[in-house]
């Protein structure tokens, strides 16, 4: 058995090396007792190599522990002179004779690789393959660098290290294994990440906040600058393009947390059932590198500064206003009017005025009551200036029959359009929503056509067709070319509406899909492409009030400057263990029986109709249960789970659309085909208003923080 395994260290620019065939290296060959071992020429060798014996005393076979150790002792020893070169150690351990393949054998090599004892040594700094190494040092690593948790890199990773530490592991055989260990944040070149980040030269993303690498694995010291500016020529110069693999300036604008897919799996596996991408913020940029987040966020959407009027959002006395120490009567609040369709919101601690829509004469001021003391006495009167509000507007592309947009309604969003080609649909869609404006035209005619004055809003909906995507898709369909291709707007109508966030709902087999992925990964890219943060989970709409355990990929995004929201927390329990216990503070999930019994018998699209045969497929499945969610996707064609738990009768339309959770007086439009396709297409309106309203909390939380009131 060889003393010694040879560690590949790679060449310059990281690929792995292949000494016994490349002639152009210079290598050296030590005989040592028989025992020869390949060396490169800039790596020192202890000058004594430990002697193991062929047997012990007592009979026992010794092995050996076929890895080189590096060591970072600087200071000279009784047998060695001092040295800033790599030191080899060799470990001896000791084991009994065994049959390689018993039973006893597996076990004892699974018990002497668990580790008994470590110890952990810092270190301010230390010199390995003459490269000074401290904190705050930036590196590049080598192909096949070995994280702690045994993870083997490939190329385009760096670490910029924060701690240096001395490793000292005992493990259950005797073993003892000493290594040098550097702890820091980990970093990949864009180019190396399946194209969910723009494929720009000397741009890295960071991946993991704390990641410990192996000493031995750096081979170059780097530039790395965290910055969240805007523009390329901010940070990094042109020249520098040349030198860029070896040499040049890195820049770090990005921070993701994906699954690493090292092991090159499929589908879901690729990326995860979560992760997300998003920009630095202003508190994580170096310094002399960094913009503020507010000023980031006008710049981006372009916001023009407060009108001569209204300066830091403190309503001046040129307005209209209304007094709080004189009676307030219908006719003074119907001439206060502060703008146009705006609401304003009293955010003073001590006001008592509820406002509604200000410059309606339907809308008129309400107050609400106090009992313990006047609202007219300049004791209660507001102190404090008040800032100015207005309410969230909302865009909803490839909008159908309005799933999103009724979502958007219940969070509390001002609905400014809609666009979808389908002329059934966008007829659905303004019938329920006649104050807003239905465009009915492609995605991108509309943002092509319409200024950015008209198609300007804060938050935008995209739900591009998915029956290209989803799993029940199993023969080609004839507008699969056009599916495919409307998830292409994006850049267009990102340019084009600068919304301050956006939401996408997708089927999950849009990430689940080998087949799908791939648009999965070109649709991050092209938010990322545009400056937009983004994240993305898969909800079960049974947890958030829908009576359907519906799973759909959803993901939020915010421009430059704005952080991101997160997701809801579930508010219903569903669980397909009937044992599982339920959590407290949720609630249980909506039953098919609580969506369909309480329909009016005379509502519209309710015709019950008795069927005088079924189809034996839909008798071979099982009967959908009266306690339970509905257990399947509503397809737009019906499909086999069509069937009434009385297995007499398909569903009718309005009981399809409930169990999307569409209000009872919800209006559909066109032939029973185009209404159901609608009803299946669409977007369940409580799973979209719990995240919208997360995403509008979370846009007001940073209006406040900014002092902003909601004027972005």
């Known amino acids: 058995m060889s003393l010694f395994e040879v560690i590949d260290l790679g060449d310059e620019t990281g690929q792995p090396s292949t000494p016994l065939e490349d002639a152009s290296r210079n290598y050296s060959l030590i005989s040592e007792r028989n025992v020869t071992l390949l060396v490169q020429e800039d790596i020192e060798i202890a000058s004594d190599i430990l002697e193991v014996a062929a047997t012990s005393e007592n009979g026992s076979s010794i092995d050996i522990f076929d890895t080189i150790f590096i060591s970072d002792d600087e200071g000279p020893s009784d047998n060695s002179s001092p040295s800033d070169g790599p030191v080899f150690e060799v470990v001896g351990t000791k084991r009994k004779n065994r049959s390689p393949h018993s039973k006893s054998s597996k076990r004892a090599k699974k018990d002497s690789s668990s580790v008994v004892e470590h110890h952990d040594t810092p270190i301010d700094q230390v010199k390995i393959n003459g490269l000074l ?83 031995s694995d750096v081979f170059n010291v780097r530039e790395i600058i965290l910055t969240n500016l805007l523009g390329r020529d901010s940070v990094r110069k042109s ?103 705006l609401e304003i919101i009293d955010l003073c601690e001590q006001s008592v005025i509820q406002t509604k829509k200000v410059g309606s004469l339907y809308s008129p001021i309400v107050i609400a009551e106090d009992q313990k003391a006047s609202l007219f006495s300049n004791k209660w009167a507001p102190r404090k200036r008040c800032r100015r509000r207005r309410k969230y507007t909302f865009g909803d592309a490839f909008c159908g029959a309005g799933g999103a947009t009724c979502g958007a309604v219940m969070a509390g969003f001002k609905v400014r359009w809609g666009v979808d080609h389908d002329e059934a649909a966008i007829s659905a869609w303004r019938s329920n929503f006649g104050r807003s404006l239905g465009y009915q035209e492609d995605v991108h005619e509309f943002v092509s056509r319409n200024s950015k004055l008209t198609t300007r809003v804060d938050l935008l909906h995209l739900s591009p067709p998915c029956q290209f995507f989803s799993w029940a898709r199993t023969i080609p369909g004839k507008n699969d070319e056009k599916n495919e291709a409307s998830f292409f707007v994006v850049p267009n109508t990102l340019n084009s509406c600068r919304p301050r966030a956006v939401t996408v709902e997708e089927t999950d087999g849009l990430i689940g899909l080998s087949r799908s992925v791939g648009h999965f990964k070109c649709m991050l890219g092209d938010f990322t492409s545009m400056g937009y943060s983004v994240k993305y989970a898969v909800l079960n709409a049974a947890q958030y009030g829908v009576p359907s355990k519906r799973k759909r990929l959803v993901l939020i995004a915010c421009c430059p400057g704005e952080t991101l929201a997160d997701f809801p927390n ?3 329990f569903y669980s397909s263990d009937p044992f599982e216990p339920m959590p407290v503070g949720l609630q249980r999930a909506v039953t098919l029986r609580e969506a369909i019994t309480r329909i009016p018998r005379f509502s519209p699209d309710h015709d019950i109709e008795i069927l005088e045969t079924v189809a034996p497929s839909s008798l071979k499945l099982p009967p959908h249960e009266w306690d339970q969610p509905f257990r399947s996707t509503i397809k737009c064609g019906g499909g086999e789970y069509n069937l009434h738990p009385s297995r007499n009768r398909k569903f009718t339309l309005r009981e399809l659309a409930c169990l999307q959770s569409f209000p009872i007086d919800h209006l559909f439009y066109g032939k029973r085909g185009e209404k159901m396709r609608q009803i299946g297409n669409a977007f369940p309106p409580k799973l979209v208003g719990a995240v919208m309203e997360s995403v509008r909390k979370h846009l007001e939380k940073t209006d406040d923080e900014w002092e902003g009131g909601g004027v972005l």
């Open 570 to 572: 579930p508010t219903h």
């Open 133 to 215: 190494l401290q904190p705050q040092t930036n590196v590049q690593l080598r192909y096949g660098a070995l994280l702690s948790d045994r993870t083997i890199l490939e190329n385009g990773y760096f670490l910029r290290i924060k701690r240096i530490f001395r490793r000292r592991e005992v493990y259950k055989n005797g073993a003892e294994i000493i290594q040098l260990w550097l702890h820091g944040s980990l970093f990949r070149r864009h180019r190396d990440l399946d194209g969910i980040l723009p494929k720009t030269a000397g741009e890295v993303a960071l991946l993991q906040e704390k990641v410990d690498v192996r000493a």
């Open 239 to 341: 020249y520098e393009d040349a030198k860029d693999e070896s040499y040049g300036r890195l820049v770090c604008r990005w921070k993701a947390k994906i699954k690493d897919n090292i092991n090159g799996n499929t589908g879901m596996q690729q990326l995860g059932a979560t992760g997300y991408i998003r920009r630095l913020t202003e508190t994580e940029a170096d310094p002399n590198y960094r913009i503020g987040d507010k000023e980031l966020s006008k710049i981006w959407r372009a916001i023009p500064e407060a009108s001569s009027t209204i300066k830091n959002n403190i309503i001046k006395p040129n307005i209209s206003s209304i007094s709080l120490c004189e009676p307030v009567n219908e006719a003074a609040s119907s001439k206060s009017t502060i703008g146009e369709d």
